[in-house]
């Protein structure tokens, strides 16, 4: 229900966000995964539906939460979901925790390092079997690949730890090992988080070489957001917040860039990709809002926008021709 929602909203892409490799880098117990039989038979009978009604392309996200793992659902308070009472041990690259009050991770030893990557390539394997068009690698947010990005998460003394070029390491491996496995017809982008808006964290600098190196290993798209790692992150939001991050990437790299932010207004929408600040904007809450926000936006912007059949008669020309026709003479 809620993917063919959005599916025959008007979007240029849909992204069906935060989707797991494992059981274990689920963030609760009701999050979404691809790391079964049983998952990828549900997922494909959802895009098989879907792709009856529109055409717009559906992308997968796929992700580990890591140290931000087993968790209750937000709607119940988010408390950590106990391992006596039917939850997981959080990986992550440190024993270092999000928060305080969070669970304690265990260190990855290598042995879980090489099978975090059959995990990723195994997920890529279902998707292309699902029947997605793309993918979106999700190395931001505080999940378990930024979590290797970050100094402030990241505390190892092997190869995968210390400098930023080690940091880098495993995102970059694992990105290579699946773009391998995704056809080349079919695109594959990465969201990043480009600061953790904490001293000492990401920096600016370092997320432009991250993306130069995406660049290099054939990814088509950059999600520039940013933030998510720890509880004492200070975050200035408001209405596109997160622009200035992708417009400072953008001339690093050859690929699109995407951004989002707060942004729900369509003439700012179109006035960032008219002006060249990105090529693409992602609305996220405010079209879980208004799950029609591209109809609404292409009236505002005056645009001709196709809509399924069984909507036509809800199209506001139309409208306004039936109305019309019912006006006295």
């Given amino acids: ?116 990557k059959q995990q990723f390539i195994d997920a890529t394997r279902r998707a292309l079997r699902v029947g997605f068009d793309a993918i979106e690698v999700h190395a931001a947010h505080g999940y378990l690949l ?71 290993a054939g990814c088509d798209w950059l999600d520039v957001s940013s933030g998510g790692l720890a509880s004492n992150q200070q975050i200035k939001t408001g209405p596109g917040y997160q622009l200035p991050f992708a417009e400072a990437i953008k001339p690093h790299v050859k690929m699109p860039i995407m951004t989002v932010g707060m942004i729900t207004d369509a003439h700012q929408a179109d006035s960032i990709i008219q002006q060249g600040q990105a090529d693409m904007v992602a609305i996220g809450r405010g079209m879980l809002y208004n799950p029609r926000w591209s109809w609404h936006a292409a009236t505002a912007l005056n645009y001709e926008i196709n809509f399924p059949n069984q909507y036509m008669r809800c199209k506001p020309a139309l409208i306004d021709d039936i109305f019309a026709d019912k006006k006295p003479k």
Wanted: charged fraction near 25%.
């Fill in 1 to 116: 229900m809620h993917i063919g929602n959005l599916a025959v909203g008007g979007s240029g892409m849909v992204i069906i966000e935060m989707t797991n490799v494992s059981p274990e880098g689920r963030i609760t117990p009701n999050c979404l995964g691809l790391y079964n039989d049983e998952t990828e038979a549900a997922l494909k009978r959802v895009i098989d539906f879907c792709k009856s009604q529109t055409d717009a392309p559906i992308a997968v996200q796929l992700a580990h939460a890591g140290r931000k793992a087993s968790t209750q659902p937000p709607w119940t308070g988010r408390a950590n979901f106990e391992l006596a009472d039917g939850g997981w041990q959080p990986l992550a690259p440190s024993v270092l925790t999000a928060s305080d009050d969070a669970l304690t991770p265990r260190e990855m030893n290598l042995q879980d390092i090489e099978q975090l």
């Fill in 146 to 216: 930024h979590q290797f990005l970050s100094p402030l998460s990241n505390q190892r003394d092997d190869q995968y730890g210390g400098s930023r070029e080690n940091r880098m390491r495993l995102p970059l491996e694992i990105f290579k090992l699946m773009r391998a496995e995704w056809p080349e017809d079919k695109p594959m982008g990465t969201r990043i988080s480009a600061i953790d808006w904490i001293d000492g964290g990401l920096t600016l600098e370092d997320s432009t070489e991250f993306s130069r190196q995406l660049d290099d």
